[in-house]
């Protein structure tokens, strides 16, 4: 896409001082529409992961003052913004920031405000949200599900409510088996072992005890021949000015039961830290596990299936649209180890299904997720009338 006079100026608001799938997806976008000839720039707050991620990946930014929904210099500085540099676009990703892309537009009409839904919807139909909501020219989410929950529970035209699937990057070449060896040798995990791999933010609602609780339940013979590997961090707070890490207790409380479960099982339950790159790790693996109570629609869960690893996920949000049971994976119930250690044992005694149900995987999230689609239904929203 080349700059030009009538080329969209946007701003992306991002206030978050967390950083999970919703936010390292936000920096990877702006990131391609910067390298595609885009004029995007990024509203965050200092001294946070997000700006410090943008940073590296040479980001412009704009700092923000603090996250709220009613921060009266937040408004007044995107209004100015938005004046002085011609933004023309306000693009808003989280339920916090629609407020702030809303109160701003109030005093800059001809901005577009385009919100960017990756959780829940639940109901705003009172008359604040009604006067906020209403000031929302486009909502984008990336599932189906979610869209219908939208249109039905927020306040708007369902007209503005559009479908734009998550951009990914698809491997260009098929899994690299040297490359697999290594990671399991660097793991003790036996070439043999069938691998279910999690990887998730070390929280209760992500399901993470249930998936190493599965393992327990699991029979002695079944023990033998698998492995299951846990890749994540406890969520985060926020960052202070020094750079420290500040996260959530109980999340933390969950990785220390993590770490001493893990003892108990050491040749077959590992617990690996939060990877940049997880692909060596997903090439290694041989299901992918999504255990969460309640997943709008996974990043995680495409980026296995493009490396072809069909995917046990629980039955709840955007996850049966993602893996429709025995089409690309297994859905089962949510918060049930027993129902993990079922699927287990279902892939374990059906080899075949592995590889199977990973290519119809593979095959559906490259044909539906791709960064080129995604950055080109944007750019349409961007410059509609």
Known sequence: MKINKTTPKILHILTS???????????????????????????????????KNAEKLGIPIFFGIRQSRF????????????????????????????WLSSLAKIFVPHLKHIFSLYMSAPRKKDVLHKFIYRKIDAITSSSE????????????????????????????????NNESIFTRALLHTPTDHCVFLCMSRLDVAKGV???????????????????????????????????????????LEV????????????DNFKLIS?????????????????????????????????LGLPVIGTNSGGTSEQVISGERGYLIESRSA??????????????????????????WSTATHSWENSLNQLASLYSME
């Not at 529409?33 to 700006?51: E, W």
């Not at 698998?226 to 994540?232: P, Q, R």
């Not at 939060?274 to 495409?302: C, D, H, M």
């Not at 129902?339 to 119809?360: L, S």
């Open 255 to 266: 990785y220390q039961w993590l770490q001493n479960y893990a003892k108990m099982y050491p």
């Open 145 to 176: 599900k979610l869209n219908e929950e939208i249109k039905k529970n927020f306040p708007v035209n369902s007209s503005s409510v559009y479908l734009i699937r998550y951009g990914i990057d698809h491997p260009h070449c098929d899994k690299n």
């Open 338 to 363: 027993s129902a993990i250690a079922e699927a287990v044992e279902f892939y374990v005694n059906n080899k075949n299904e592995i590889e199977a149900q990973g290519q119809r995987a593979k095959k």
């Open 274 to 306: 939060y990877q940049k790159n997880p692909r060596p790790y997903l090439e290694a693996a041989n299901v992918f596990v999504l255990p969460t109570y309640k997943e709008t629609y996974s990043l995680g869960v495409i980026e296995a299936m493009a």
């Open 17 to 51: 001082k967390a950083w999970g799938g919703l936010e390292l997806y936000v920096v990877s976008l702006i990131k391609k529409q910067l390298d595609a000839g885009f004029f995007s720039v990024l509203y965050c707050l200092p001294n946070t992961k997000v700006s």
């Open 209 to 251: 005890r249930e998936f190493a609780e599965g393992f327990s339940l699991l029979k002695d013979t079944t023990k033998q021949k698998v492995s299951f590997w846990l890749m994540g961090e406890p969520t985060l707070l926020y960052m202070d000015e020094h750079g420290k890490l500040e996260y959530e207790k109980q999340s």
């Open 71 to 98: 921060s009266i210099k937040d408004i007044k500085q995107v209004i100015n913004l938005t004046k002085i540099e011609k933004f023309t676009v306000l693009h808003s990703h989280s339920r916090q920031d629609v």
